[in-house]
């Protein structure tokens, strides 16, 4: 009997010692699930805070995107004949002007260090040396200092009254090469806006023309005559001021290699006079 009320004992304490354990773990295993929970919300929570930063990220670019197809849009309901002559107004114009500046981009030297190159040559008495110098010279000074010294190394046009008048006529010569295609700038110029003006009265003219189709003035009848009116004529007027930009920017510096050849004229001069080989 004693043996078997201690088994019992002994099975009882096991018992009731397993239960408190197992009772913990429960605790234990339910914190860890409220702990999950509490996590998941917070996840949930943060992700419905940076939503709306992803959207703030997105709309620019669907405004981009929107102001493109606009600028598209209204592009094309210029009228297609009108907006594209004024496109190719731009087209053409551009052209010419990136020519012209390529052109006096390659015109410009250094004129003071040219023309104390030519003086030394031509003081040391090497006046061919001095026309081969300037014959593998770019720009419209070198071509002046080379008419020049080609009279100056002849034997009969060199006298300094033939040397002025000759470098008067290449500067000339020169100066109008370097003008050469401005005229074309100009008349794209003036060719835009006038473009846009026209399609303007058309747009007009359109205008009037559904309302009498209408037999009614109403907004919705006008609104689109006037629409491909002042597209067009924003258009034109746009075209012509980026041409005068480039064209003033190329007369500027027309202006400056003038400049230049005058500078380079009277340093000729002053050489040649001083060369032994001038009939004063």
């Given at each position: 009997?004693?043996?078997?009320?201690?088994?019992?004992?002994?099975?009882?304490?096991?018992?009731?010692?397993?239960?408190?354990?197992?009772?913990?773990?429960?605790?234990?295993?339910?914190?860890?699930?409220?702990?999950?929970?509490?996590?998941?919300?917070?996840?949930?929570?943060?992700?419905?805070?940076?939503?709306?930063?992803?959207?703030?990220?997105?709309?620019?670019?669907?405004?981009?995107?929107?102001?493109?197809?606009?600028?598209?849009?209204?592009?094309?309901?210029?009228?297609?004949?009108?907006?594209?002559?004024?496109?190719?107004?731009?087209?053409?114009?551009?052209?010419?002007?990136?020519?012209?500046?390529?052109?006096?981009?390659l015109a410009q030297v250094n004129?003071?260090?040219?023309?104390?190159?030519?003086?030394?040559?031509?003081?040391?008495?090497?006046?061919?040396?001095?026309?081969?110098?300037?014959?593998?010279?770019r720009g419209p000074v070198a071509?002046?200092?080379?008419?020049?010294?080609?009279?100056?190394?002849?034997?009969?046009?060199?006298?300094?009254?033939?040397?002025?008048?000759?470098?008067?006529?290449?500067?000339?010569?020169q100066g109008a090469y370097l003008?050469?295609?401005?005229?074309?700038?100009?008349?794209?110029?003036?060719?835009?806006?006038?473009?846009?003006?026209?399609?303007?009265?058309?747009?007009?003219?359109?205008?009037?023309?559904?309302?009498?189709?209408?037999?009614?003035?109403?907004?919705?009848?006008?609104?689109?005559?006037?629409?491909?009116?002042?597209?067009?004529?924003?258009?034109?007027?746009?075209?012509?001021?980026?041409?005068?930009?480039?064209?003033?920017?190329?007369?500027?510096?027309?202006?400056?290699?003038?400049?230049?050849?005058?500078?380079?004229?009277?340093?000729?001069?002053?050489?040649?006079?001083?060369?032994?080989?001038?009939?004063?």
């Amino acid at each position: 009997m004693k043996k078997y009320f201690a088994i019992v004992a002994m099975v009882a304490a096991c018992t009731f010692g397993m239960t408190p354990s197992v009772m913990a773990q429960d605790e234990v295993a339910d914190a860890a699930a409220e702990q999950v929970d509490s996590a998941a919300v917070d996840s949930a929570a943060v992700d419905s805070v940076e939503a709306p930063v992803v959207e703030e990220t997105v709309a620019p670019v669907e405004e981009e995107e929107g102001l493109h197809k606009t600028l598209k849009t209204k592009f094309i309901e210029g009228d297609a004949g009108f907006m594209s002559l004024v496109a190719i107004a731009l087209v053409l114009g551009l052209a010419f002007c990136i020519e012209r500046i390529i052109y006096l981009t390659l015109a410009q030297v250094n004129t003071r260090k040219f023309m104390a190159t030519i003086a030394e040559k031509v003081k040391g008495g090497k006046i061919e040396d001095a026309i081969k110098f300037a014959s593998e010279t770019r720009g419209p000074v070198a071509q002046l200092a080379k008419k020049a010294l080609q009279n100056l190394n002849s034997d009969d046009q060199n006298d300094i009254a033939t040397i002025e008048r000759t470098i008067n006529i290449e500067a000339e010569v020169q100066g109008a090469y370097l003008e050469e295609n401005c005229s074309w700038i100009t008349l794209f110029i003036a060719m835009a806006p006038s473009l846009g003006f026209l399609g303007t009265v058309i747009g007009m003219v359109q205008a009037f023309d559904d309302i009498e189709r209408a037999g009614d003035i109403s907004p919705t009848v006008v609104a689109g005559g006037m629409k491909v009116a002042l597209i067009t004529t924003i258009f034109g007027i746009v075209v012509a001021l980026i041409l005068q930009v480039f064209y003033n920017y190329i007369l500027s510096r027309v202006e400056g290699l003038n400049s230049n050849m005058e500078e380079a004229a009277m340093s000729l001069l002053d050489t040649c006079v001083k060369s032994p080989k001038c009939k004063k």
